[in-house]
């Protein structure tokens, strides 16, 4: 499956269904993490059931920390 994540094209397994999952896929899923899907950012508790689905639009902005 074929979404776009912060402007690059990326495929991605098709057991990725839901964001959660997309978080996971990318070792993001304990982080502190904003979720734009098509446009329209998500709230943390919409994540486990949010679908991801070919042609989808993302954008994930976590937080580093650092001195």
């Known amino acids: 499956m ?3 994540i912060n ?3 990326l495929e991605v ?3 990725v269904t839901t ?3 997309l978080l996971s896929h990318f070792q993001l899923g304990e982080k502190v993490v904003i979720v734009e899907k098509n446009g329209e950012i998500l709230q943390k508790e919409a994540h486990e059931t949010a679908s ?3 042609g989808d639009r993302f954008e994930l902005v ?3 920390g650092g001195g």
């Open 2 to 4: 074929k979404i776009t």
């Open 7 to 9: 402007g690059d094209l």
């Open 13 to 15: 397994p098709t057991t």
């Open 19 to 21: 964001v959660t999952s």
């Open 52 to 54: 991801v689905s070919n």
């Open 62 to 64: 976590h937080f580093v």
